[in-house]
């Protein structure tokens, strides 16, 4: 969410447009988590979770130090273009899409995954790669959220975004 919500108030202040902003934003976090993703797959169950938690507990961190971010002052100065229309209509599509997925190949995939991996193994499930696309969907989703956020809240900093690593 953080990475969503920085990138997406640091084009729109240089001047690039709110939706192709928020679309970079949200590209960029789902890339974000493919990177994590990848070295996180090889480990499983309660230390995965342990091991993407660390990093999404210390990005902020990052954020913290980057100067093109604010640094410890923030981001501040952008227009409010979060309005309930552009986030119902965004909530209705990713909606539509999550539903799409759901129903599809794909989806049954990721069921199978969840309910027992050594059996989605054995029937051709490819887990690196259901994984990751799990991993890069949830990115993306959050990534939207927080351009979203960033642009409602008109004022970001690291300290923003340590109460939803926490969960």
């Not at 990005?59 to 002052?73: I, M, Q, R, V, W």
């Not at 490819?126 to 979203?148: E, M, R, V, W, Y």
């Amino acid at each position: 969410m953080a990475i969503g919500a920085y990138v997406s108030a640091y084009l729109t202040l240089n001047g690039i447009p709110f939706y192709v902003s928020l679309s970079i934003g949200a590209m960029s976090s789902c890339v974000i988590s493919i990177i994590v993703g990848l070295p996180a797959l090889r480990i499983k169950g309660l230390y995965l979770i342990l091991v993407d938690n660390w990093f999404w507990r210390n990005s902020p961190d990052l954020f913290l130090n980057f100067e093109p971010t604010g640094s410890a002052k923030g981001l501040g100065g952008m227009f409010p273009y979060t309005t309930l229309l552009n986030v119902y209509l965004t909530a209705a599509i990713v909606m539509f899409f999550v539903n799409l997925i759901n129903n599809s190949h794909f989806g049954r995939a990721m069921e199978a995954v969840l309910e027992d991996e050594d059996a989605a193994e054995t029937l051709g499930v490819n887990l690196t790669t259901t994984k990751l696309l799990a991993f890069s969907i949830g990115g993306f989703i959050a990534g939207l959220g927080g351009g979203f956020y960033a642009h409602y809240a008109l004022y970001i900093d690291s300290d923003n975004f340590w109460h939803f690593a926490i969960c």
